[in-house]
């Protein structure tokens, strides 16, 4: 696919989505690498257009460089959204009470911590994505290495053949300590999450390598 085509095609895929309003995103495309920049309402679009990008065919790799424009209202001070923050978070059954710790500085807050699992981990920085006033949410919530145990590489390998859009065949798992190597091909960026998404979900992964190559 041509760049110009490309382009198009994901100009086309944020102004169709009603969760963005694409009026502000610039879009560039060289050898199926797209950029994004300019400027949107809430962190949640930010958010939003990596996700509709990323499901566009042709889609390699995103670089993201989309500035949040959050304007000022009462109650949006950093002080205020860390309290919303703290509350959301505990409200979030997926997310373990009093394990994780809230910093808001200019907007943007910085989540820090330990749980056990990445699916928790995502969950808390969920949580606060959405809220009024949030211009960008850095995660530094740690992962426990919990117990270890001797098949992570053959789960891994089982969850990425169960996955339909997968083909496991082209997708070579290691396993170094708590850390999963991916290497191999695959055929959109969106597959490209989908199996470090099922690495992340073995027991006792902390850190994931991504290798994998979009073809």
């Known amino acids: 696919m041509k760049d110009e085509e490309l382009r198009r095609h994901v100009l086309e895929a944020l ?12 879009v560039a495309a060289f050898e199926g ?15 939003a257009a990596e996700k509709i ?4 065919k042709g889609v390699k790799g995103i670089a993201q460089d989309i500035e949040v ?18 509350h959301s978070i505990a409200w979030n059954v997926a997310v373990p009470d009093n394990q994780v710790q809230v910093k808001v500085q200019h907007g943007w807050i910085t989540l820090g911590g330990a749980v056990r699992w ?19 949410v850095v995660n530094q919530i740690t992962l426990d290495d919990g117990p270890r145990i ?12 169960r996955s339909a859009s997968l083909e ?19 055929k959109s960026w969106l597959d490209r999450r989908a199996a470090e998404k099922a690495a992340w979900n073995a027991p006792s992964v902390t850190a994931v390598e991504d290798n994998l190559i979009v073809s």
Request: glycine share 10%; net charge positive.
């Open 15 to 26: 102004e169709f989505d009603p969760s963005v309003d694409a009026t502000g995103i610039g």
């Open 33 to 47: 690498v797209v950029t994004l920049t300019g400027h949107v309402g809430t962190y949640s679009e930010k958010y």
């Open 53 to 56: 990008v990323a499901k566009v």
């Open 69 to 86: 424009r959050a304007s000022y209202e009462h109650g949006n001070s950093d002080e205020e959204l860390a309290r919303r923050a703290l």
């Open 118 to 136: 990445r699916f928790q981990r995502d969950a808390a920085e969920s949580s606060v994505r959405q809220l009024k006033g949030v211009k960008g």
């Open 150 to 161: 001797s098949d992570v590489k053959e789960r891994i390998e089982r969850a990425l053949k």
């Open 168 to 186: 496991a065949h082209d997708i070579e798992v290691n396993v170094r300590g708590h850390t999963v190597i991916l290497n191999g091909r695959v």
